[in-house]
């Protein structure tokens, strides 16, 4: 429910902007501060998964690597997941 005088109020002016230059800037940083987070988590799980190998060229030669990228691929998309959800 919202407020009772909400359509009381005058509207706000035309030149105003609907998202301020500090709301873009929390949306950026939250951005910037979220990508990291899920590539070093990236990072880590394929370090975990991939018999401690971080690179495409050396992943590609490992027994079974599809399976294996396909792991550390889940616990990076399910780590966004969760930081989305507490965000």
Do not use: H
């Amino acid at each position: 429910p919202g407020e009772k005088t909400i359509l009381a109020e005058r509207p706000r002016p035309k030149d105003e902007p609907v998202v301020l230059g500090w709301m873009w800037m929390s949306m950026v940083l939250n951005g910037a501060v979220l990508s990291a987070v899920i590539i070093i988590v990236y990072i880590i799980a394929l370090a975990y998964y991939c018999d401690g190998q971080i690179f495409q060229s050396d992943i590609n030669e490992l027994e079974d690597y599809q399976d294996k990228l396909m792991d550390a691929r889940t616990v990076a998309f399910i780590s966004l997941v969760w930081a989305e959800n507490v965000r």
